[in-house]
């Protein structure tokens, strides 16, 4: 099972808004709303911020959202923030095969 | 809010065996699967396998062969063992709660850096 493809990186200044790609494949991303979003910063482990393809966790800011078109879903951060400097994975079940769930290349997110 | 604490061997020699232990508090262990996720340096995150407190477990076709995933429900506690393992193998290595219904990994713990050397 290979991971999903994202950007290795995207940058933006504080108050714009980026877009990050997640694509799989009918099997993951384009078959189920199971995909997830997480934030990594250095050094410390993942927290979620994105479920169900679009649905935040409670404490997560309303400047994340998530979309899903065909087998390609995205994360959006809007007005960006400094804080918001990190890497983040996508994820989703699959049906392919074990394992259960994979994950994204990851990418790298810069606040100019 | 839970927070998973997990511990073992920071340090192996090729070939021996991985053993990594996670204790979750109260409640928040019983009707849950529970993941083990690692993350080599500077790449991403690989999913290991789960185990539910009924024992049930599933693994990553890749490492099934050396994986062993088990549950002590006395203690709230679930446990990895990875045999054999070699340079390719360290990595940190992060436990995390499986929401089922969502399939999505809602809670982790702090993450154990394991490192395979001679």
């Known amino acids: 099972q290979s991971a999903l493809t994202q950007p290795a990186s995207v940058s933006g200044s504080p108050g714009q808004s980026i877009t990050i790609s997640c694509t799989g494949t009918s099997s993951d991303v384009g078959g189920y709303n199971y995909v997830s979003w997480y934030q990594q910063h250095p050094g410390k482990a993942p927290t979620l911020m994105i479920y169900d393809v679009n649905n935040r966790p409670s404490g997560v800011s309303y400047r994340f959202s998530g979309s899903k078109s065909g087998n390609t879903a995205s994360l959006t951060i809007s007005g960006l923030q400094a804080e918001d400097e990190a890497d983040y994975y996508c994820s989703s079940y699959t049906s392919s095969s074990t394992p259960l769930y994979v994950f994204g290349t990851g990418t790298k997110v810069t606040v100019l | 809010q839970v927070q998973p604490q997990q511990w073992g061997a920071g340090l192996l020699k090729p070939s021996e065996t991985l053993s990594l232990t996670c204790a979750v508090q109260g409640e928040s262990f019983s009707g849950y699967y529970w993941s083990w996720i690692r993350q080599a340096p500077g790449k991403g995150l690989e999913w290991i396998g789960e185990?539910?407190?009924?024992?049930?477990?599933s693994q990553n076709p890749s490492l099934k062969s050396r994986v062993t995933i088990s549950v002590d429900t006395s203690k709230n506690q679930f446990s990895l063992k990875l045999s054999s393992v070699t340079a390719a193998d360290t990595a940190v290595y992060y436990c995390a709660r499986h929401q089922s219904g969502h399939n999505t990994f809602d809670i982790w713990g702090q993450g154990t850096m394991v490192t395979v050397s001679s």
């Open positions: 185990i539910i407190h009924s024992g049930g477990t």
